[in-house]
């Protein structure tokens, strides 16, 4: 057998008689042709070790494997192991199914070796999209390049730019790290069951000098405290972090509100916090 041989996503759910668990955020990509114009959309992976998450019936799993990645797929839910598991066998080892919940697997561990040049490749459950990705961005993986499917709404947020009631805290960190775009749009009806709302594919790609560790972190208790009142002006909104004071050593005008200040800003705020702070 091969990948060829498998039967399409839809009725391979439908035979194993899954339905998705809506506590699971889950709503099934079951189109093999959008799956792998997302594959395509993640750029060569000949050869390259992707990891994905809440993978389901593998719509997406298979295009992955059909582009030529070794795939590391990590899937709580086992009702669908058996359908992971025909897969895998007809993959010729390039397919590893991990039975696990996403926000607690250690995907560097999973990587081994190849964790410095791994992707991650998902269409990620609704309900912990943004956690897994803050996860990703600042734990020990640090993908070089990330392809994921967000609700409109959070895509939004993530590549925002400065002036918009979407810009705030994810925005900030992530395109400190990455470069951010949307790749492509979809609507609720492309899933199973359809979402209340459409979706977006987010491209992200690791900065090649990214800060050190220490900044990334002061660089979230700056957001944090702003954006935790963001109507108010910065002076009084990181009072408890210094206030006009630390503004004026970051050369950022206090008088603005958050949602107003680029990421170079409030980069410079957490340098200057740092500063004070030793």
């Not at 041989?5 to 008689?17: K, S």
């Not at 609700?151 to 009631?165: D, N, S």
């Not at 775009?181 to 900065?207: C, E, H, N, Q, Y």
């Amino acid at each position: 057998m091969s990948l060829d041989d498998l039967p399409p996503p839809r009725e391979a759910i439908a035979a194993a008689g899954i339905r998705a668990e809506r506590r699971l955020g889950q709503h099934f990509l079951l189109d093999l042709n959008i799956c792998r114009k997302i594959a395509r959309l993640a750029g060569p992976l000949g050869g390259e070790l992707v990891i994905e998450v809440g993978p389901g019936p593998g719509g997406l799993t298979r295009a992955l494997l059909e582009a030529g990645a070794k795939v590391i797929s990590v899937e709580r839910d086992e009702r669908f192991t058996p359908i992971l598991a025909e897969m895998a066998a007809v993959s010729d080892g390039r397919l590893v199914v991990v039975t696990a919940d996403a926000l607690e697997v250690d995907e560097a561990a999973l990587a081994g070796p190849l964790s410095a040049t791994a992707r991650v490749v998902a269409n990620l459950p609704y309900n912990i999209g943004s956690a897994l990705l803050l996860k990703w961005m600042v734990g020990a993986l640090r993908p070089t390049s990330m392809t994921l499917m967000f609700q409109k709404e959070l895509a939004a947020r993530i590549v925002a730019p400065p002036g918009g009631r979407d810009y705030g805290r994810l925005s900030i960190i992530t395109q400190t790290l990455y470069e951010a775009s949307i790749l492509m749009r979809l609507p609720a009806r492309a899933f199973t069951p359809p979402p209340k709302v459409d979706s977006s594919v987010v491209g992200l790609s690791a900065r090649a000098e990214r800060p050190s560790d220490r900044l990334v972190e002061a660089l979230r208790t700056v957001t944090r405290a702003a954006f935790g009142q963001r109507r108010k002006m910065l002076r009084s909104s990181l009072r408890s972090l210094g206030g006009e004071a630390l503004c004026a050593r970051a050369g950022v005008d206090p008088a603005v509100r958050a949602q107003n200040i680029p990421v170079e800003g409030y980069l410079g705020l957490a340098r200057a916090w740092l500063e004070g702070e030793t």
